[in-house]
């Protein structure tokens, strides 16, 4: 099976498989119950998300240096032993389950992308 990155929110497509929620906070305003039926995420998982400082560093990235610099310390976020362990869970299921997810760390723990 294979892993598509989806925007939150996008519509959904066939073969969309389970999506995974990888944002810090929920989307305002919508209830828990209608992640799902809303076209956001059907499992929230936080723990992959960027932290508050880091999402903030994102949003002021105003050029490719900016952005290195977020994905540098992104990627040592998700290094840490919760985010490590869920990435490499994520990449198992890969092997034999359709889910939406963040791409380039799966890879590296070896998941099968579409």
């Known amino acids: 099976m ?14 969309d498989g389970l999506r995974l929620g990888t944002v810090r906070r929920p989307p305002r305003g919508v209830p828990k119950t209608e992640h799902g039926s809303r076209d956001f995420y059907d499992v929230w998982l936080p723990d992959l998300a960027p932290t508050e ?6 949003l002021r990235a105003t050029d490719e240096r900016a952005w290195r610099s977020f994905a540098k310390r992104y990627r040592s976020e998700m290094k840490r032993p ?9 990449a198992a299921l890969s092997q034999g389950t359709d889910f ?3 791409r380039a760390l799966l890879l590296e723990h070896g998941a099968s992308l579409a």
């Open 2 to 15: 294979a892993i598509r990155v989806v925007r939150l929110g996008s519509p959904r497509t066939r073969g």
């Open 53 to 58: 400082e880091l999402v903030k560093q994102a």
């Open 82 to 90: 919760a985010a490590a362990r869920l990435l490499t869970l994520l």
């Open 100 to 102: 939406s997810v963040l």
